[in-house]
């Protein structure tokens, strides 16, 4: 059985750099897209992007609303991917998800999600 | 990219159907059938429901069913039970390799 972790700070200053690392276990990342998707209380969810590994590096897609702030990297030797966030405020406070977006182009395992908030 | 459009609440009777739909594009939802459901109690990471427009994963229950006609996907929930009472999110991949959710329906039941 898959199952996805999030992991990382649940507070973070105003114009910081939100990190997050997503460990799989129970399969591989070297296949399939791996995703971040948030969820700011009380709203919808958003997707931020995906890796997938493409021969030995990760090529991303990102948000086209969020691309500039964000970059994600994946470790298939440790089979965890990241996020990275930058330049945060205030909006970017939510409950951050992983997910395996697969080939049969569905979101079929997700972490637990993890809150983070933007705040001094 | 704009989210799917979702209406923002939904209710029904036990025992009743309601059904939700997803508007999208010919660049999202209308081009692929790749359209999907997520079905999300307080407090807990989403689950899947549909896939690839109709499909049920194992252990989803067959009163929940999908379809799709041109750029609108609809999810259908008969014999509504009171564990169905969740929001539920539509999502497609687009063909900028992107994916985009909707805003979500808050079912009541």
Known sequence: ?120 | QSALTQPPSASGSPGQSVTISCTGTSSDVGDYNSVSWYQQHPGKAPKLMIYEVTKRPSGVPDRFSGSKFGNTASLTVSGLQAEDEADYYCSSYTTSSTLLFGGGTKVTV
């Not at chain 1, 969820?39 to 919808?44: F, L």
């Not at chain 1, 930058?86 to 997910?99: E, M, Q, R």
């Open chain 1, 1 to 120: 059985q898959v199952q996805l972790q999030e992991s990382g700070p649940g507070l973070v200053k105003p114009s910081e750099t939100l990190s997050l690392t997503c460990t799989v276990s129970g399969g591989s990342t070297n296949t399939y897209y791996w995703n971040w998707i948030r969820q700011p209380p009380g709203k919808g969810l958003e997707w931020i992007g995906y890796i997938y590994d493409s021969g030995g590096s990760g090529t991303a897609n990102y948000n086209p609303s969020l691309w500039s702030r964000v970059t994600m990297s994946l470790d298939t030797s440790k089979n965890q991917f990241s996020l990275k966030l930058n330049s945060l405020t205030a909006a970017d406070t939510a409950v951050y998800y992983c997910a395996r977006y697969d080939l049969r182009r569905r979101f079929d395992y997700w972490g637990q999600g993890t809150l983070v908030t933007v705040s001094s």
